[in-house]
Nanobody, 119 residues
Framework: VQLVESGGGLVQAGASLRLHCLVS????????LGWYREVPGKARELVAS???????NYGDFVEGRFTISTDTARSNMYLQMNNLKPEDSAVYYC??????????????WGQGTQVTVSP
């Protein structure tokens, strides 16, 4: 499974960005997909996740500002981020968890895309 992020950039507070993750490989062996973010000196944290049933989960800090989605084939995943705040500045990573039912216990990460929000 390969994950490639795009869509990061520099924006002002209050602006929107849409991150994209291209998912390729044995997509059928994946269970959950998600977005994480990391800033220097802090642990990587969950931003949002989505499973094959469409169930979603968000970090508490999202507060309704972000929306995670995938296409039907789960080969494209998106994170729509609205009303961005300077504290949202981080490297955002695409994540996929293997499906144990498919005997896939691996965790996959993309290379990350930088999001910077200026005051």
């Amino acid at each position: 499974v390969q994950l490639v992020e795009s869509g990061g950039g520099l924006v002002q507070a209050g602006a929107s960005l849409r991150l994209h993750c291209l998912v390729s490989g044995r997509i059928s062996s994946i269970w959950g997909l998600g977005w994480y973010r990391e800033v220097p000196g802090k642990a990587r944290e969950l931003v949002a996740s989505i499973n094959p049933t469409g169930w979603t989960n968000y970090g508490d800090f999202v507060e309704g500002r972000f929306t995670i989605s995938t296409d039907t084939a789960r080969s494209n995943m998106y994170l729509q981020m609205n009303n961005l705040k300077p504290e949202d500045s981080a490297v955002y990573y695409c994540n996929a968890d293997g499906d144990p039912r498919e005997r896939n216990f691996d965790v996959y990460w993309g290379q990350g895309t930088q999001v910077t929000v200026s005051p």
